[in-house]
């Protein structure tokens, strides 16, 4: 008769006794092997390998000596399993539906000693469901009571462990503020109010070189010694704790422990909060939200009024001049400017002003403690690369006013934006906003209008030009068509329709110089090219180079 191999399992919850010469999972394992042996008669036979799990949870199937055993199931290694009682495999229905699936596979049979049956018959199979129900059941039953127990606990207000948060420290039940720590908390909420913005707040915390205080939890796990993050900071300024208040799930409850933040604080940084989302949800639901909406007006002072245009599936926005009655003077032509050309001019004007920030400050009549010299270089250079960016919160806290002129911009900058942008508490009272003067005009290209900087030909970089891409495709498939058909240039005018002279104008615009086209599929071309004069030249020289100093004036 050939030898049953048995395997034997242990498991046990808690890892309280394990360290015991005689513990729980040897008891286990000696009931288990006394077993096999009584049925030698059989051919049992108990094999050498260990199956031991101490101090883990049956509700989870991600145990070592588990998948151990799994594993010599499938290699073969295994004839009949042997547990002490049923619950020590698994408390979970679903898990020993998967167990039982995967010895059945490997024709492997499944023993418990202390309840006498086995998956071998159907009775045995009946009599593990239903143990495995209620253990299942019993299980759950703890868990409802342990989930009343803490809702209930926390009802009172009472701290009911996990990770200590940033400016208490746990003390029974219920948490001691850390002075130290609290002082930071105190100062974010602060600083907040006067930045109103989460991205610039952290970034003024990286440069004023104050990260997330060092910590060790309860468990030894080491906290902090990082500069701070964005999701830190929403979860600092958003946790009712820190107002004295414990949560459980959508209830905030009176906590035991005394509050950090006041509560007049807390609801303006909760208000603030609440606006920015809104405001993002809102400029979310453009595609390219406008930076200047409500701070552009024309030299008379009207407003000029956010708006776009979608052709061919392309949106290009504009800032759209009214009267004061909100319709363009009678005989008079709308202004309208080009929105991405405006914000990049006055952005960059912008940020090359607060590079120097000194001067500027200056201007507004800021006078500035000596230890806020010292760091202001860091926070100003900072920034400006966001302002270079386009970042739609530093422009708009920073920018009072746009005044569009005939042939300036005049931007109106917010003295008190400023400084709490750049963190800085003045030593008297801000009145004056400074004032910055960029020469630009307006000047018609073809159909669109384009947005001049100083008195050069070229154009602010832009939405590139409908016609102009149009022109250049046409020309690419053209010269393909000639050359996949051996067309001539008059064949390839009867067949589209158009003069041999205009075929021929357009197919030799497929030979333009790779700056040219790169200026024009960019936007960044000269404002004086366009269709017509593409079109209108008597001669487009061969050299790229000279192409160059033609059309780009390079």
């Known amino acids: 008769m050939n030898k049953v191999r048995c395997a034997i399992y242990t498991r046990k919850s808690s890892e309280e006794g394990l360290e015991q010469n005689f513990n729980s999972l040897d008891a286990q394992r000696e009931a288990c092997a006394a077993y096999i042996l009584s049925q030698a008669s059989e051919s049992w036979?108990?094999?050498?390998?260990?199956?031991?799990?101490?101090?883990?949870?049956?509700?989870?199937?991600?145990?070592?000596?588990?998948?151990?055993?799994?594993?010599?199931?499938?290699?073969?290694?295994?004839?009949?399993?042997?547990v002490y009682k049923v619950d020590r495999l698994t408390r979970s229905l679903l898990d020993f539906a998967k167990l039982v699936e995967a010895m059945d596979k490997a024709e492997v049979s499944f023993v418990s000693v202390t309840q006498s049956f086995n998956t071998t018959t159907s009775m045995g199979r009946l009599t593990l469901n239903m143990l495995l129900s209620f253990a299942q059941f019993e299980r759950e039953v703890t868990a409802e009571r342990i989930r009343d127990k803490i809702a209930a606990s926390k009802a009172k207000g009472m701290w009911m462990g996990g990770v200590v948060p940033l400016g208490y420290e746990a003390n029974g039940r219920t948490l001691a503020a850390d002075e130290k720590h609290a002082l930071l908390i105190r100062s974010i909420f602060e600083r907040y109010l006067k930045v109103r913005n989460v991205r610039l707040?952290?970034?003024?915390?990286?440069?004023?070189?104050?990260?997330?205080?060092?910590?060790?939890?309860?468990?030894?796990?080491?906290?902090?010694?990082?500069?701070?993050?964005?999701?830190?900071?929403?979860?600092?300024?958003?946790?009712?704790?820190?107002?004295?208040?414990?949560?459980?799930k959508d209830d905030i409850y009176d906590g035991q422990h005394d509050a950090i933040v006041d509560r007049e604080t807390w609801d303006r940084v909760q208000a603030q909060l609440e606006a920015n989302t809104q405001g993002e949800q809102q400029a979310r639901t453009a595609s390219s939200p406008s930076l200047l909406a409500g701070k552009a007006f024309d030299s008379d002072g009207n407003p000029l009024v956010a708006s776009h245009a979608t052709k061919a599936k392309t949106r290009n926005r504009y800032y759209i001049g009214k009267g004061s009655d909100g319709k363009a003077a009678e005989g008079q032509r709308t202004l309208r400017v080009p929105a991405l050309e405006l914000e990049k001019v006055v952005c960059e004007a912008v940020a090359t002003e607060v590079e120097q920030p000194l001067g500027l400050l200056a201007k507004a009549g800021v006078e500035l403690a000596p230890d806020t010299v010292a760091v202001l270089g860091g926070r100003a250079a900072s920034l400006a690369t966001g302002l270079q960016k386009r970042e739609r919160a530093?422009?708009?806290?920073?920018?009072?006013?746009?005044?569009?002129?005939?042939?300036?911009?005049?931007?109106?900058?917010?003295?008190?934006?400023?400084?709490?942008?750049?963190?800085?508490?003045?030593?008297?009272?801000?009145?004056?906003?400074?004032?910055?003067?960029?020469?630009?005009?307006?000047?018609?290209?073809?159909?669109?209008?384009?947005?001049?900087?100083?008195?050069l030909s070229k154009s602010i970089e832009g939405e590139p030009q409908e016609h102009l891409l149009k022109l250049l495709h046409r020309a690419r498939t053209w010269w393909q068509m000639m050359l996949d058909r051996k067309l001539t240039v008059s064949a390839l005018a009867r067949e589209q329709q158009v003069t041999s002279s205009y075929a021929s104008r357009v197919v030799r615009l497929h030979f333009l110089a790779p700056k040219i086209v790169e200026a024009i599929v960019t936007g960044k071309q000269p404002v004086d090219l366009d269709a017509k004069k593409l079109l209108g030249l008597s001669d487009l020289p061969l050299a790229w180079k000279e192409q160059e100093e033609l059309l780009l004036g390079a």
């Not at 031991?52 to 799994?70: F, N, W």
């Not at 060092?214 to 009712?240: A, C, D, H």
């Not at 009145?431 to 020469?439: D, E, G, K, R, S």
Request: proline letters at 5%.
């Open 45 to 82: 036979s108990q094999l050498p390998e260990i199956y031991d799990d101490g101090g883990i949870s049956g509700g989870t199937l991600e145990r070592p000596a588990l998948q151990r055993l799994l594993g010599d199931i499938d290699a073969g290694m295994i004839d009949i399993v042997v």
């Open 394 to 455: 530093a422009a708009r806290i920073c920018i009072e006013k746009i005044t569009i002129g005939p042939s300036q911009l005049v931007i109106e900058l917010s003295a008190t934006g400023l400084c709490s942008l750049l963190s800085i508490a003045p030593t008297s009272q801000v009145t004056t906003n400074p004032a910055l003067t960029v020469a630009a005009s307006l000047r018609r290209s073809g159909r669109a209008v384009r947005l001049i900087q100083g008195g």
């Open 201 to 248: 707040l952290t970034a003024q915390l990286a440069d004023n070189g104050i990260h997330v205080p060092k910590r060790v939890t309860g468990t030894g796990r080491k906290l902090g010694g990082m500069p701070f993050t964005r999701g830190q900071i929403y979860k600092i300024l958003s946790n009712p704790i820190y107002m004295g208040k414990i949560c459980h």
